[in-house]
């Protein structure tokens, strides 16, 4: 049997109807045979039509995960989960409710031979998909980034090193993607819509309707922040500062924000937080916007 030269990670919460598409865009790929390519499915869930799609490719491994071990369905194990099963060096990363382009891999694998790229990660655009628009975000120095624009490259030792980081972090996968690559120079970009990242209700993430998955989510990912900030080295002043005014507001815990750290993010935060705590509801999807506009401005 010919050994894959690429493996894909696919993560399933319980987002069931938009998998298929996903699996789809793995299996619509030009430029490369089906067989070159592993597929690795994380999920907590059997579906007899969504393990049928699986179950079809060619290389496969369908990794279903005792729920009552990891209740929270957090991102971070679970990709790390489905990372240790693959049997390439070169690992794509995709949601369940996302999409690749269709020579996405073919594209990221010709841009990794022709940079010689033996360890890194390469990080291309996407598309933002909503019911009624799309626009084309570059990615890490424009605005959000998602965990589906990300192709891993590893060897052994950083392997090991990123399993023992990943540890530590459990929702805020890109973030920990971005500066541990970054740390030793070895992320690259890739300046190509390559992946379609959806917007719905269920994701959490751009949901801002429901405030209490919303709590939930910052919650979890502000000791994220925090650990990063000190393994890292970086001041992460813009996501911890958020992730606190909205934890502050909403809950009944008062997480200490300094005004020198509101200012040293940027001085329009101060504004918004007195705004929040005048009138919660109106301000918060402006909150929401802002906080994914200037992330990285």
Wanted: aromatic share 14%.
């Amino acid at each position: 049997m010919i050994r894959p030269i690429a493996s894909v990670v696919v993560v399933a919460y319980k987002r069931k109807e938009y998998i298929i598409d996903a699996l789809n865009s793995i299996r619509n790929q030009k430029g490369i045979d089906l067989e070159m390519i592993e597929l690795i499915v994380v999920k907590y869930f059997k579906d007899e039509k969504i393990d049928k799609v699986i179950n079809s490719f060619p290389v496969y491994k369908n990794i279903i995960l005792e729920e009552d071990k990891v209740p929270n369905h957090f991102t971070v194990y679970n990709f790390v989960e489905g990372i240790k099963n693959v049997s390439s060096d070169i690992v794509f990363l995709l949601e369940d409710d996302d999409e690749f382009a269709e020579d996405k891999i073919a594209s990221i694998l010709n841009y990794i031979k022709k940079k010689n790229i033996t360890y890194g990660a390469i990080c291309n655009r996407q598309l933002i998909k909503t019911k009624n628009k799309s626009n084309s975000k570059r990615g890490p120095y424009d605005s959000w980034f998602g965990v589906s624009c990300y192709t891993l490259v590893f060897n052994r030792e950083k392997k090991e090193e990123f399993y023992e980081t990943a540890k530590n972090v459990k929702v805020a996968l890109d973030w920990l993607l971005y500066f541990f690559f970054k740390r030793d120079n070895s992320l690259y970009y890739v300046d190509r819509v390559l992946t379609y990242y959806r917007v719905h209700e269920k994701n959490q993430a751009t949901n801002i309707k429901d405030i209490r998955k919303l709590i939930e989510l910052y919650k979890n990912v502000l000791p994220d922040y925090e650990y990063m900030e000190k393994k890292f080295n970086q001041h992460l002043f813009r996501l911890t500062t958020y992730a606190k005014i909205l934890l502050t507001t909403f809950t009944n815990k008062h997480y200490h924000i300094k005004l020198t750290e509101i200012l040293k993010t940027n001085p329009i935060f101060l504004f918004h937080y007195f705004m929040l705590k005048l009138n919660k509801k109106k301000f918060l999807g402006e909150f929401i916007l802002r906080r994914n506009k200037f992330l990285l401005s």
